[in-house]
């Protein structure tokens, strides 16, 4: 399904892009967002990614996974904006709300928001490097062949940036619990 679509937004077919797009939306929001921490700024980030992949459809390689395309896209595009300053680097924002499923239980939006905003605390107090390779692995679905080509590092380095961090990750919610 996923290549026929590909096909056909090589051929200039938006309603095959979109349908496309819808699929990984939330995933590459979520990747972005983790990178910047601010709503404002991953939607743009997204809205540029989105138009480089529509613009360089006829580029991709289909013997390469979808997937890892766009994310490479998308971590350029960050990587870029950082690069000519246009984001800032902003500290996590408490008030962001995320759509869930858990909407209709008060007590199980509690615990879920709950854990996701010490989860992306721990995440913010990682190196670049190993926040990168941890979202790409996470929100990316990347394999770590993958992210290793994407981030132009070895794969045992990518390996050792995972393994940092999520010792790194447990280290943090463990004194966040202690706090």
Partial sequence: MEKELI??????????????????????FGYL???????ETAEDL???????????IKSYDEKNRFASWLFTIAHNVAVDAFR???????E????????????NNPHQ???????TERLN???????????KVFLLRQHGGLSF?????????PLNTVLSHMRYAVKKVKQNLRTQDAI
Avoid at 94 to 99: K, L, T
């Fill in 7 to 28: 096909t056909k937004c090589k051929n200039g077919d938006a309603s095959a892009f979109r349908t496309i797009v819808k699929s990984y939306n939330r995933q590459l």
């Fill in 33 to 39: 967002f983790k990178l910047t921490y601010n709503r």
């Fill in 46 to 56: 997204l809205q540029e990614t989105l138009m480089k992949v529509w613009h360089n």
């Fill in 84 to 90: 000519k300053k246009k984001l800032p680097q902003e």
């Fill in 92 to 103: 996590y924002n408490d008030n962001i709300e995320f759509e869930n499923s858990w909407r």
């Fill in 109 to 115: 939006e509690y615990v879920v928001n709950e854990l």
């Fill in 121 to 131: 605390i721990a995440v913010a107090k990682l190196s670049d490097k190993q926040k």
């Fill in 145 to 153: 062949k993958e992210i290793a080509d994407l981030m132009n590092e």
